[in-house]
């Protein structure tokens, strides 16, 4: 979420990596340019730090730039279930840092959000195309209701090694893995300020709240967290072992 979340990741990622020898990290990156979308040098900015693949979801489009982009750099993903036509992919497949193959779908939901595919029939698809050597397979799931969240990781349970929730910004405390071997979180939650609503200042956030007028929105700046979950997958089936929710916070 705008500077502040690019900040903490620049700073703790790398760490993090080395320490506990992580072998792929993945992170929601649509918000990256001051809470709304991302461009194209901040998707370098953040791959640099060792995340390795960058989804979005309804703020994708919100920098034009990235409209020619994403064509050209795979590892930034709109959700797959967007109208077809559409720039960029919502698959990305790559090879972990232990040499594991893996996948990332991004899907967006479509309650209370627009009204796009259906992307429970757009994760059947992506999924029927991958080839069988790709066991370790991440969803994450974009949407505003909790329902369509856990709906997805119940439908995908067995046949992704994780679904995790993002859009609502705030952290949900249900991590769990399902009976057949997929680790779910609803939200992961958000990297960025927390003393704000969302990422943003609050006090016109609350203001439009009490007078309904127009007001600019400014990302927040103190308080920064990085709300994550850290995931154990059997490389030789896909299965989840563990799922652990992880907060840190910035000196």
């Known amino acids: 979420m705008g500077s502040p979340g690019r900040r903490i990741v620049e700073e703790r990622v790398p760490d993090l990596v080395a320490g506990e020898k992580l072998d792929l990290v993945i992170a929601n990156g649509e918000n990256a340019a001051s809470g709304f979308g991302i461009t194209p040098r901040l998707v370098q900015e953040l791959l640099a730090t060792g995340v390795e693949v960058l989804s979005g979801g309804n703020h994708i489009w919100d920098r034009r730039e990235l409209l020619d982009y994403i064509v050209t750099e795979p590892r930034v993903l709109r959700p797959a279930n967007f109208p077809p036509g559409s720039p960029g992919s919502g698959l990305y497949r790559g090879t972990a840092r232990n040499g594991v193959p893996y996948a990332l779908l991004c899907l967006q939901g479509r309650i209370f959000m627009a009204s796009n595919d259906d992307p429970f029939r757009a994760a059947e698809s992506a999924l029927a195309s991958l080839p069988p050597d790709v066991k370790v397979i991440i969803v994450d799931i974009h949407a505003?209701?909790?329902?369509?969240?856990?709906?997805?990781?119940?439908?995908?349970?067995?046949?992704?090694?994780?679904?995790?929730?993002?859009?609502?910004?705030?952290?949900?405390?249900?991590?769990?893995?399902?009976?057949?071997?997929?680790?779910?979180?609803?939200?992961?939650?958000?990297?960025?300020?927390?003393?704000?609503?969302?990422?943003?200042?609050?006090?016109?956030?609350?203001?439009?709240?009490?007078?309904?007028?127009?007001?600019?929105?400014?990302?927040?700046?103190?308080?920064?967290?990085?709300?994550?979950?850290?995931?154990?997958?059997?490389?030789?089936?896909?299965?989840?072992?563990?799922?652990?929710?992880?907060?840190?916070?910035?000196?």
Request: proline residues 5%; without cysteine; hydrophobic residues 40%.
């Open 144 to 251: 505003e209701a909790t329902s369509e969240k856990q709906a997805m990781g119940w439908f995908l349970d067995g046949r992704a090694s994780l679904v995790v929730g993002t859009h609502t910004h705030v952290a949900t405390a249900d991590e769990r893995v399902l009976p057949k071997g997929t680790a779910f979180i609803t939200d992961v939650g958000m990297t960025g300020p927390h003393d704000s609503i969302i990422g943003m200042e609050k006090e016109p956030i609350i203001k439009r709240f009490l007078d309904g007028l127009p007001a600019r929105f400014e990302v927040a700046r103190d308080n920064i967290q990085m709300n994550a979950v850290l995931v154990d997958v059997d490389p030789a089936t896909g299965r989840a072992l563990s799922v652990e929710r992880r907060r840190y916070r910035l000196d």
